[in-house]
C-alpha cells in the first residue's frame, strides 16, 4: 500500500526573473483578517457547581463509585445512559455540529428560543468589573492548589488539581460600521470544556469536546457600530479523563473577517502524487462559500512558494486560474493541480530535512482580490511497507516514537509555543524521531513545530468512544459527536506534512464487543478516510487480538505493549483478573501480512530522576513494589530504569522485542516527558512516573538509554548511579552503563572493574557487584575496538552554591516568550551535588515576571506559581516570561540559605516580526 501526500513544483522559468520583487507583504490579505483576540478577557469560576447558574449543557450521571487508582487496562464497563432534561442546551448547541455531520437528513435543527437571553451574564450591561483579568491561553486549575490527602475532590489521577467546575470567559469586541459587509467567525482553537458561546446575549453555539478546535459565525448577531459582549460558559467535569486535562480557554482564539465570498472554514486541501526528486504532481482542492444574497462567478489560482528558515521565497509555481459560478448561499469546490520540478521534499532528520512550501490562494470576482488564503504544507512520499515499516521519500524510518500529552508540566495546559519547542528540541536531542498526540488533537501550532522540525506524528482523536473509561469522559456525548469531532481534527490537520496516520481511539471498551466494537471502529475510520483517503488509519489495542474483528477495519495495526507481552513474567502466575498476553507481533504479523504493525504505545517503565533504590533487579524488565524498585513511603521509584508498570516493560526489554520482529515499524514510549496526572504506581502524587524526561523537562537516565539506540552516531556514554553513598562504604551498589558504543571499560578509583561488550539483545552493560567506595567512576565506551567516548561521576562535597542555566538568554517581548532556566546545586569544585534538596527563593527584576518553579519531583506539592521551590535531586526549574512591549535586562535571582546567592541575566528584544 502506499500513501504519497502533499505536493510539488514547476518552476516557472519568468517567475524566477519576475518574481524577485515579489515580496512577503504583497501576499498577506487585504480582504481576509486573522485577529488575535487572546488580551482582556475577564473570568469568573464559580466556587462549587452548586452555586452555578443552570445553563448547562446536559444533565451527567451520577456518579456511584470512584476509583482514582484503576489502571488503564481496565475493561471498559457499559456507557452509562443519559437521561435528557427539558433544560438542557445541548439542542442549540448540536446544529454547530452540522458542518461536519455529512448526512443532511441528520442535521440537527435549533429549536425555538433564546436560552439565556435574560441571564445576566451574557449581557453587556453585566458588571465584570470584579472579575480576574486574565489572557488566553489560559488554564484555570494549573495555579493550584493541589488537593493533598485522602480523599481529595480531584484525585491524583487528574494531577490534584482544581480542573473541574464551571466558569465564565467575557470580553468585548469591537466592529465598526464599515465592516457590515464582512463576514465575523469566532475560531476557538480549543476550551476545555463544554463551550457554549453567547454573542450579545444570543446562545451562537458551541462545542464540548475540549481538545477540537471550533468555528462559529457571529455575523448574524454582531451589532456593526461598535461594542459586542462575547459571554463564554465552560463546565469542566470531574472524573472526565484519566490525566490532567487543565480547564478554560486554553489555546488561542481569533477573529476572522472576511468578504461574503470566502475560502471555507479550513478549507483549502494540498495533496501530493508522484513525487520523486525530479517532480512531483500537486493537488490543491479550494471550497469557497458564497455567503452573500446573489449568484457569483469567481476565479481562483492557488500560487506556491518555499518557506526558507520561515521566510517565504520566490513564486515557483502556480495552478491554472479556474472560474465557477457559485449561486446564493452556496460551496463549490474547485479541484486545482500543478507540477513542480525538482520539488524540495520533506523528510525526518538527521538524514532528511522537513522543506516546507506555502500555497497562497487568490480568490477574486469580477477582477477584484476577494479572498487570500494561506495553506503550509510539504512534500513528501510515504509508503507503508508491512516488511519494513514506514518508508519517507523512499528511505526506511524506524519509528523512534514517543507518547505526549497535551500539558506543558508546570504551565499546565495553556499553549505556549516556546514551552513546546523546548519540548520537542529536548525529545530531538534524545533521538525522537516521531510523536503520537496522546490521546487527542494538539494545538495546531504544536502540528506547524511538527512540520517545521521534520517528526513523524500519529493524530489520535478519541480515548473512548461509547464505552467510558471515567464516568463523565467523552462515553456522554459520543453518540451526538463522534462524527463531527472526527471529520474536524481531519480537516483542520490534513495539510501537516507531519501527520503520517491518523488514529480513531485508544484501548477503547470497544475491543471487547466483537462485531459490535469492529464495526464501529470501521464506521470512524470510513469518516476519516472520507475527509482524507490520502492517509491511514489505526486505533491502538492493548486487549484485541489478531483473531478478533477489531482489527480488521484499520489499516495499520498499532499494539500497546502487546508486542513485547503483557504480565509474562513468573511474578503474574497468580494474578488470574488482569490482562495477559503473549508476544503479538507474529501473530498480527501473520494474519495481516498486508498491513504495518507499529506499536502506539511501548514500556510505560517508571522512575523518579536521580532516585536509585537498592537491592536492583537481575531481571531486564521488573514491575514495581515496595523492596523492588518501588517505595511507598516516599513515593519514588528507582531510576535504575528496569521497572515498569504491571503491563508494561522496561526500555531493554522494548528493544529486544522490536529487534526480534524487525518487520515492527518501530514504538511510540510511553511516555517522552513526565505529565500531570496518572502517577502510577502513587496516586497520592500530582504527576507520573512514566516519562523519559521528568515534568521540568530534565532528562531521567533513560534519557541516554534511549540516545544510545536512537543516535548511533552520537558518540556518548552515561554511568548510573550517582556515587554520593555514604551508608553504602563496603555495600554492593551496582553499576550500569548505557552508550551508543558497543564495549566498556569500567573504573572505580582508576582500578579496572573489567571491560564488557554488549551481548546480543543487550542494551546496557551492567557492573553488578561493584562495592561502594567512595570517589570516581570512569567509563570509557569503545566502538568497533576504537575509544568512543569516556564519562566520569564523582562524589562530590555539599552543595555550596547555584548554577543557573538558562536555555534562552535573549526572549522576545511580547508577553508570551519564555526563558526556561535550570538550577544546579553545585559543591565547590563545580560538580552537581545529585541528593541535593535545598529551597530556593527566586526574584526577579526587570521586564519579566517569573510564571512558575518546578523540580520535576512527583512529590512535590508546591504550588507551580510560587517562587519558593526544594530542589530535588540537584536540579529545580524557573520559568521566566516577557511583559508585552517592554524591552530591557531582566535578572533573576537565587537565595537559599547555607549557599552562595546567585543571579543570571537575560534580555527581553523588540519582538522580532
Ligand atoms: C496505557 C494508556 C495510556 C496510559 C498508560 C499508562 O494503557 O493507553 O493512556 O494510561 O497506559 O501506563
Same mark, same amino acid.
Given at each position: ?153 480531584? =484525585? ?352 477503547? =471498551? ?161 511516555? =517522552? ?67 551508543? =558504543? ?172
Amino acid at each position: 500500500m502506499s500513501f504519497t501526500y502533499l505536493s510539488a513544483r514547476r518552476i516557472l522559468p519568468f517567475v524566477l526573473l519576475f518574481g524577485l520583487f515579489f515580496s512577503c507583504r504583497e501576499q498577506e490579505s487585504p480582504t481576509r483578517e486573522r485577529i488575535s483576540i487572546n488580551e482582556g478577557w475577564k473570568f469568573m469560576k464559580y466556587g462549587s457547581p452548586e452555586v452555578a447558574d443552570s445553563m448547562f449543557y446536559d444533565v451527567r450521571p451520577e456518579i456511584l463509585t470512584v476509583d482514582d487508582t484503576k489502571a488503564a487496562d481496565t475493561p471498559a464497563t457499559e456507557a452509562e445512559q443519559l437521561k435528557a432534561s427539558k433544560k438542557a442546551l445541548k439542542p442549540y448547541i448540536l446544529p454547530t455540529a452540522n458542518p461536519y455531520i455529512k448526512d443532511p437528513l441528520k442535521h440537527h435543527v435549533r429549536p425555538e428560543g433564546h436560552p439565556g437571553s435574560d441571564f445576566p451574564l451574557v449581557q453587556s450591561s453585566y458588571d465584570d468589573s470584579g472579575w480576574e483579568n486574565v489572557t488566553l491561553p489560559h488554564d484555570w486549575a494549573i495555579a493550584g492548589p493541589f488537593q493533598e490527602g485522602p480523599n481529595p475532590d480531584v =484525585g491524583g489521577g487528574m494531577g490534584r488539581l482544581p480542573s473541574n467546575g464551571i466558569a465564565w470567559y467575557r470580553r468585548q469586541i469591537n466592529i465598526s460600521k464599515t465592516e457590515q459587509d464582512k463576514v465575523i467567525y469566532l475560531d476557538i482553537d480549543g476550551a476545555m470544556s463544554y463551550a457554549m458561546v453567547w454573542l450579545n446575549g444570543y446562545l451562537v453555539g458551541g462545542w464540548p469536546y475540549g481538545y477540537n478546535s471550533f468555528r462559529l459565525d457571529l455575523t448574524p448577531h454582531i451589532n456593526f457600530e461598535g461594542i459586542n459582549q462575547l459571554a463564554i460558559r465552560l463546565d469542566n467535569p470531574n472524573h472526565s479523563a484519566r490525566w490532567y486535562p487543565g480547564g478554560g480557554l486554553y489555546r488561542n482564539v481569533w477573529l476572522t473577517k472576511t468578504n461574503k465570498v470566502h475560502v471555507a472554514h479550513w478549507g483549502t486541501t494540498v495533496t501530493t502524487s508522484k513525487v520523486s526528486k525530479a517532480s512531483a504532481q500537486i493537488g490543491i482542492k479550494v471550497h469557497v462559500v458564497n455567503r452573500s444574497d446573489s449568484d457569483t462567478e469567481i476565479e481562483t489560482i492557488t500560487k506556491i512558494y518555499p518557506i526558507n528558515n520561515g521566510t517565504i521565497g520566490l513564486q515557483t509555481a502556480a495552478t491554472e486560474k479556474v472560474t465557477t459560478k457559485i449561486p446564493a448561499g452556496n460551496t463549490a469546490t474547485l479541484n486545482t493541480a500543478t507540477t513542480l520540478e525538482n520539488p524540495r521534499l520533506w523528510g525526518p532528520p538527521p538524514t532528511q530535512t522537513p522543506h516546507l512550501y506555502r500555497a497562497i490562494t487568490h480568490v477574486s470576482q469580477n477582477g477584484v482580490g476577494i479572498d487570500t488564503y494561506k495553506t503550509d504544507f510539504g512534500i513528501r512520499d510515504i509508503k507503508f511497507d508491512p516488511n519494513q515499516g514506514i518508508l519517507v521519500n523512499n528511505e526506511l524510518i524506524k519509528l523512534q516514537g514517543v507518547n505526549e500529552h497535551h500539558d506543558l508540566g508546570a504551565l499546565g495546559a495553556a499553549f505556549n509555543v516556546s514551552a513546546a519547542t523546548r519540548k520537542l528540541h529536548i525529545l530531538k536531542e534524545m533521538g525522537v524521531n516521531a510523536i503520537r498526540m496522546a490521546h487527542n488533537p494538539p494545538a495546531p501550532e504544536l502540528l506547524e513545530l511538527t512540520d517545521k522540525m521534520g517528526f513523524l506524528v500519529i493524530d489520535e482523536v478519541f480515548d473512548s468512544w461509547k464505552r467510558k473509561k471515567t464516568p463523565h469522559d467523552f462515553h456522554l456525548i459520543f453518540p451526538d459527536w463522534y462524527e463531527a469531532d472526527a471529520r474536524a481534527m481531519v480537516r483542520r490537520d490534513k495539510n501537516h506534512p507531519s501527520i503520517v496516520i491518523w488514529s480513531y481511539g485508544n484501548e477503547v =471498551g470497544e475491543q471487547y464487543t466483537g462485531i459490535e466494537g469492529a464495526t464501529l471502529g470501521k464506521t470512524l475510520s470510513d469518516i476519516i478516510k472520507d475527509e482524507d483517503p490520502t492517509r491511514p488509519t489505526t486505533s491502538a489495542m492493548n486487549w484485541a487480538k489478531s483473531d478478533m474483528p477489531f482489527p480488521t477495519a484499520m489499516d495499520v495495526i498499532s499494539l500497546n505493549y502487546q508486542g513485547e507481552g503483557i504480565r509474562q513474567d513468573p511474578i503474574f502466575d497468580t494474578v488470574t483478573n488482569r490482562i495477559k498476553t503473549k508476544p503479538q507481533y507474529g501473530p498480527f504479523h501473520e494474519k495481516f501480512p498486508n498491513k504495518v504493525i507499529l506499536s502506539s504505545e511501548t514500556a510505560s517503565a517508571a522512575s523518579s530522576r536521580g532516585v536509585y533504590l537498592f537491592p536492583v533487579t537481575d531481571l531486564t524488565s521488573s514491575p514495581i513494589r515496595d523492596g523492588m524498585g518501588g517505595d511507598s513511603n516516599i513515593r519514588q521509584v528507582s531510576a535504575y530504569e528496569l521497572y515498569a508498570v504491571d503491563f508494561g516493560s522496561s526500555a531493554d526489554k522494548v528493544f529486544a522485542s522490536l529487534d526480534k520482529h524487525p518487520y515492527s515499524a518501530g514504538e511510540f514510549v510511553w511516555t =517522552g516527558f513526565d505529565y500531570l496526572g496518572e502517577p502510577t504506581p502513587y496516586y497520592e502524587s500530582r504527576s507520573s512516573y512514566n516519562g523519559i524526561i521528568d515534568l521540568a523537562g530534565f532528562p531521567k537516565d533513560r534519557y541516554y538509554l534511549y540516545q544510545s539506540r536512537w543516535r548511533p552516531d552520537l558518540p556518548m556514554v552515561h554511568i548510573l548511579p550517582h556515587w554520593n553513598w555514604p551508608d553504602r562504604i563496603g555495600k554492593t551498589s551496582p553499576v550500569h552503563v548505557f552508550t551508543s =558504543g558497543d564495549e566498556v571499560e569500567l573504573f572505580l578509583n582508576g582500578t579496572s572493574l573489567g571491560r564488557k561488550k554488549k551481548a546480543a539483545y543487550a542494551y546496557r552493560l551492567r557492573w553488578d557487584d561493584v562495592i561502594y567506595q567512595p570517589g570516581e567512576l570512569k567509563a570509557i565506551a569503545y566502538k568497533k575496538g576504537s575509544v568512543w567516548s569516556e564519562a566520569t561521576v564523582k562524589t562530590t562535597g555539599e552543595p555550596a552554591q547555584m548554577v543557573a542555566v538558562a536555555d534562552r538568554d535573549e526572549i522576545n517581548a511580547d508577553g508570551k516568550d519564555l526563558s526556561f532556566i535550570t538550577i544546579q546545586l553545585t559543591d565547590t569544585d563545580g560538580l552537581i551535588v545529585p541528593t541535593a534538596d535545598n529551597p530556593i527563593a527566586f526574584g526577579i527584576e526587570g521586564p519579566g515576571e517569573i510564571i512558575a518553579t518546578d523540580n520535576g519531583d512527583p512529590t512535590d506539592m508546591t504550588e507551580f506559581p510560587s517562587t519558593q521551590r526544594k530542589a530535588f535531586n540537584g536540579s529545580a526549574l524557573v520559568v521566566v516570561r516577557s511583559i508585552p512591549g517592554k524591552t530591557g535586562k531582566i535578572t533573576v535571582k537565587m537565595e537559599s540559605d547555607g549557599l552562595k546567592a546567585s543571579q543570571i541575566t537575560l534580555t527581553a528584544v523588540p519582538k522580532k516580526r
